[in-house]
């Protein structure tokens, strides 16, 4: 293959990865839902459930951080990625020289930001209203905890974006995945008598990992940065997981309506 | 080296072939129209040479490279405008223009690109407030602004009001001044008449035909003869070669003829005769849409026969 030459060198990556950064996270910042539901739904829970007490317990902090984080990360994230996609977005910056990499690093980059970003303005609003003890070391190591597990999500809903076929069915589909996850979690508050075997699952899924080691980090890091090791382990597990599976399985382009027709003659040549 | 080069290209989907054994070579400079009615293949076509479709059979290149392993530096010298996508409505046009300039090696100004396109005065606008013709020429912007080699133009101009529908023509004519290989496909005829050096029809997925709009034009053979009868003149008075060609309002004269001489001769003799004013007399070359949908309708009439 012969590529043409002669001309101005192409930009370097670098360049290129912040610009992109920089184009989604004005898309997400001119997103007024991005921040409503990532941002006002978790302080709403803080206010509703806490504004009687004068100190607001760590693991409520924890959860309703995680809730508005995982909210931006997964829901938002994956349903604009899926309305991207299929209104040609995605292809359309395919065309160009863009590094295909460029593009999807960017959108994972910006969202696990932007999460972190709102999940630690709950975590603010708790230390400026309701009396959460907040040092530098904690602020730190739930912001390391944070991006982590922003990425296990972001990863995650880039993965059930490339399985959702259209984008009116996307939102259904990002709120019946997430839901059982988060509500098992106990990020909205524990369930009562939970069995056994549901705990297990749900140490093993993103969520109550996150709320874990968001909760460690604010209890136990009077000295320095203390992270629980397994909870940190399962998120790396899952941000490293989804990152492959979401490289492997990125679809750039809309669903042809000739996929349709193709599957359609199919049938019909298998049913005659 | 030809800059656009397909070679028996064939794209199956099932027992469905949008695209059947369609060769056709464009050398540098050249503007190429595609012409063909919908689900004729015109599209898929243009997907297979930009590398978004792997053909089932044939070979296709673009600047002597199978676009499906196009790097950087070959998408950076190939434009392409597509036929339906969105665009970010929440950034400017000119926003939006300067970030889809970024990948590129030496991207056309964004002043430049606003004023070829006739965005000149939108360029600090949202794209969401934009006419739909107006987005269509943010479209035909972001295809042009990497200063292409090769450019694809898939139906750009659809949607467009006239005046916008010229002031892109102008804009395509612009580039192929600097030597800028276009492949369009549009239903437009006259866009294909106006713009392009050559016709490709493509009906079921084959090329039909592949000429210059002149030799296209020349296949209907007939020119056009048409009078309208003046007030004081009676159908009843026509000689019976020119009353066959009476359309239904039983005052227009239509004759389509290769022999306009000789039909002319007997149309002046005529009026001289019945002492009548021949003004609104009006001779036109074969219609351009009439060749067209003369050789589209051939192979789909024999295509549907062969059928029964």
Same mark, same amino acid.
């Given at each position: 293959?012969?590529?043409?030459t002669?001309r101005p060198?192409l930009?370097n990556?670098?360049t290129l ?12 910042m ?5 921040l ?5 739904f ?12 004068a ?5 409520t ?6 809730f508005g984080l995982?909210?931006t990360?997964f829901?938002t ?7 991207a996609r ?5 292809k359309r910056?395919r065309a ?9 690093l960017g959108?994972? =980059?910006? /969202? !696990?930001?932007f @999460?972190t ?5 709950? *975590?603010?609003v708790?230390a400026?209203?309701? &009396? ?6 904690a602020?730190?190591?739930v ?5 982590l ?5 972001a990863?995650?809903a880039?993965?059930?974006s490339s399985l959702v076929?259209? =984008?009116e /069915? !996307?939102?259904? @589909?990002?709120?019946?995945a997430y839901?059982? *996850?988060?509500?098992i979690?106990?990020?909205l &508050?524990?369930?009562s008598?939970e069995?056994?075997w549901?705990?297990d ?5 993103p969520a109550k990992p996150l ?9 136990h ?10 909870d940190i382990?399962?998120l790396?597990i899952?941000?490293v ?7 492997a399985t990125?679809?750039?382009e809309?669903?042809r309506?000739?996929q349709h ?6 049938r019909?040549?298998?049913t005659a | ?5 397909a070679?028996?290209v064939?794209?199956?989907?099932g027992e469905?072939?949008a695209?059947d054994d369609?060769?056709f070579e464009?050398?540098?400079g050249q503007?190429?129209?595609?012409l063909?009615?919908?689900g ?5 076509t243009?997907e297979m040479l930009?590398g978004?479709i792997t ?5 296709v290149r673009v600047?002597?490279?199978e676009?499906?392993?196009g790097?950087?530096?070959w ?5 392409l405008v597509?036929q339906?996508t ?6 400017t046009v000119r926003?939006?223009v300067?970030l889809f300039a970024?990948?590129y090696?030496d991207?056309l100004g964004v002043d430049?690109?606003?004023e070829l396109v ?10 969401g407030v934009?006419?739909?013709g107006?987005?269509?020429?943010v479209?035909?912007?972001?295809g042009?602004?990497?200063r292409?080699?090769v450019?694809?133009?898939d139906e ?13 023509w102008?804009g395509i004519?612009?580039l192929?001044?600097t030597?800028?290989?276009i492949?369009?496909?549009t239903?437009?005829i006259?866009?294909?008449?106006h713009?392009?050096?050559r016709i490709i029809?493509i009906a079921?997925?084959q090329?039909?035909t592949?000429t210059t709009p002149?030799e ?5 053979g007939?020119?056009?003869i048409?009078?309208?009868?003046a007030s ?13 060609h009476?359309?239904?309002d039983r005052?227009?004269v239509?004759?389509?003829t290769a022999?306009v001489?000789g039909?002319?001769?007997e149309?002046v003799r005529?009026a001289?005769a ?9 001779v036109?070359?074969p ?9 589209i309708n051939?192979?789909l009439?024999?295509?549907?026969d062969?059928?029964?």
């Amino acid at each position: 293959m012969s590529e043409p030459t002669g001309r101005p060198s192409l930009p370097n990556v670098a360049t290129l990865l912040s610009g992109q950064v920089r184009y989604q996270f004005r898309l997400l910042m001119s997103t007024p839902s991005a921040l409503i539901i990532g941002v006002g739904f978790p302080v709403v829970l803080l206010v509703t459930s806490d504004a009687r007490h004068a100190h607001v317990a760590v693991a409520t902090v924890a959860g309703y951080s995680v809730f508005g984080l995982t909210m931006t990360a997964f829901n938002t994230h994956g349903v604009r990625l899926v309305a991207a996609r299929e209104s040609g977005i995605l292809k359309r910056w395919r065309a160009t020289p863009l590094p295909r990499w460029c593009y999807f690093l960017g959108r994972l =980059v910006t /969202v !696990a930001i932007f @999460a972190t970003m709102v999940g630690a303005i709950t *975590v603010l609003v708790a230390a400026a209203f309701y &009396g959460l003890h907040l040092t530098a070391a904690a602020a730190l190591g739930v912001l390391i905890t944070f991006l982590l597990g922003a990425s296990a999500w972001a990863a995650a809903a880039t993965v059930l974006s490339s399985l959702v076929p259209r =984008v009116e /069915v !996307a939102s259904p @589909a990002f709120i019946a995945a997430y839901f059982p *996850v988060i509500l098992i979690s106990g990020a909205l &508050g524990q369930i009562s008598s939970e069995p056994r075997w549901l705990v297990d699952i749900a140490d093993c899924l993103p969520a109550k990992p996150l709320i874990d080691a968001v909760a460690g980090a604010l209890t136990h890091a009077s000295g320095g940065i203390a992270l629980p090791g397994k909870d940190i382990a399962v998120l790396a597990i899952w941000a490293v997981a989804g990152l492959i599976a979401a490289a492997a399985t990125f679809r750039w382009e809309p669903r042809r309506p000739a996929q349709h027709r193709d599957a359609r003659t199919r049938r019909q040549v298998k049913t005659a | 080296m030809s800059a656009i080069l397909a070679e028996n290209v064939t794209k199956r989907y099932g027992e469905l072939a949008a695209v059947d054994d369609v060769s056709f070579e464009i050398p540098a400079g050249q503007i190429v129209a595609l012409l063909g009615p919908n689900g004729a293949g015109k599209t898929t076509t243009i997907e297979m040479l930009t590398g978004f479709i792997t053909p089932t059979g044939g070979r296709v290149r673009v600047l002597d490279t199978e676009p499906r392993h196009g790097g950087r530096a070959w998408r950076a010298s190939v434009g392409l405008v597509m036929q339906s996508t969105s665009l970010d409505a929440d950034l400017t046009v000119r926003a939006l223009v300067s970030l889809f300039a970024q990948p590129y090696p030496d991207p056309l100004g964004v002043d430049q690109v606003l004023e070829l396109v006739g965005l000149t005065a939108e360029g600090n606008t949202k794209v969401g407030v934009l006419s739909g013709g107006q987005r269509r020429r943010v479209d035909v912007a972001i295809g042009i602004v990497g200063r292409p080699r090769v450019l694809f133009l898939d139906e750009p101009t659809t949607g467009l009001d006239p005046e916008a529908r010229r002031q892109a023509w102008a804009g395509i004519e612009n580039l192929t001044a600097t030597g800028t290989t276009i492949l369009l496909t549009t239903h437009y005829i006259e866009e294909a008449d106006h713009l392009a050096d050559r016709i490709i029809v493509i009906a079921g997925g084959q090329v039909i035909t592949d000429t210059t709009p002149h030799e296209l034009r020349t296949r209907a053979g007939a020119s056009t003869i048409r009078y309208e009868l003046a007030s004081a003149a009676s159908a009843a008075d026509l000689p019976a070669s020119l009353a066959g060609h009476l359309e239904a309002d039983r005052r227009t004269v239509l004759i389509h003829t290769a022999d306009v001489t000789g039909q002319l001769d007997e149309l002046v003799r005529w009026a001289s005769a019945h002492q009548l004013d021949l003004g609104g007399l009006e001779v036109g070359p074969p219609s351009l849409e009439d060749a067209y949908l003369s050789v589209i309708n051939e192979p789909l009439a024999s295509k549907e026969d062969s059928h029964v």
